[in-house]
């Protein structure tokens, strides 16, 4: 079974240029979460996604990101314009929601750097 | 809300010696705890999770963990390492019972890591 695949793997761009990534989930995981981590630390959650409805991005900075999860599959996560603090590793998870316990499957992430 | 402290932020072991990893987590509510491995350059892999039941949980490559309710700790235990073990370790936590006016179920909160580098 395939795990979860994001792309680019690397993306180098110049402050205030649009970026965007890329998240494809596990065949059939019907919940999807981005996650932000800054060098040195924790993934933070940035949204999640039940099925193609955001039920949580009270972490989602929203002046300057966006996402999105058509038909409730594919996700894209966008950065416009990039700012110098948005260098991180953005991680992508998906997982099948049933019962009260589920476990999240992480993708490789894409590494930003702003330059 | 809930969070996450890994005691400590780097741990240099010797290969086949023990290593623990320390982790202590605040919460007003029942919660679910658990350990990934980060490998460079690669996403995040569950290692083991305490849900309910045995305090004592076993994972996979030979990590066992411990809950301690009383002291709020899920330190994680490996009796010994190899030098494939060198990687980031992070300890997580999550409600076991969702907050239906947030609908914070299944989010996972972080501690900062620790990294363990393994010598010959």
């Known amino acids: 079974e395939a795990g979860v695949v994001q792309s680019p793997r690397y993306k180098i761009i110049e402050k205030k240029q649009p970026v965007a990534f890329w998240c494809n989930p596990i065949?059939?995981?019907?919940?999807l979460y981005w996650y932000r981590q800054n060098l040195g630390q924790g993934p933070e959650l940035l949204i999640r996604?039940?099925?193609?409805?955001?039920?949580?991005d009270s972490q989602l900075p929203k002046d300057r990101f966006s996402a999105e999860r058509l038909k409730g599959v594919d996700s894209t996560l966008k950065i416009q314009p990039a700012e110098l603090g948005d260098s991180a590793v953005y991680l992508c998870?998906?997982?099948?929601?049933?019962?009260?316990?589920?476990?999240?499957?992480f993708g490789p992430g894409t590494r930003l750097t702003v330059l | 809300a809930q969070s996450v402290t890994q005691l400590d932020s780097q741990v240099p072991v010797f290969e086949e010696a023990p290593v623990e990893l320390r982790c202590n987590y605040s919460?007003?509510?029942?919660?679910?705890l658990f350990w990934y491995v980060q490998y460079p350059n690669q996403g995040l892999q569950l290692l083991l999770k305490?849900?309910?039941?045995?305090?004592l949980v076993k994972g996979i490559n030979g990590f066992e963990a411990e809950f301690n309710k009383s002291q709020t700790s899920f330190h994680l235990r490996k009796p010994s390492v190899h030098i494939s073990d060198t990687a980031e370790y992070f300890c997580?936590?999550?409600?076991?019972?969702?907050?239906?006016?947030?609908?914070?179920?299944?989010?996972?909160?972080f501690g900062a890591g620790t990294q363990v580098v393994v010598t010959p």
């Open positions: 998870a998906s997982s099948f929601r049933t019962g009260s316990y589920n476990e999240q499957f």
């Open positions: 065949s059939g995981h019907n919940t």
């Open positions: 919460s007003s509510v029942s919660v679910y």
């Open positions: 997580a936590v999550s409600v076991s019972t969702p907050d239906l006016t947030t609908d914070s179920w299944g989010k996972l909160q």
């Open positions: 996604y039940e099925n193609e409805e955001a039920v949580d």
């Open positions: 305490y849900l309910s039941g045995s305090t």
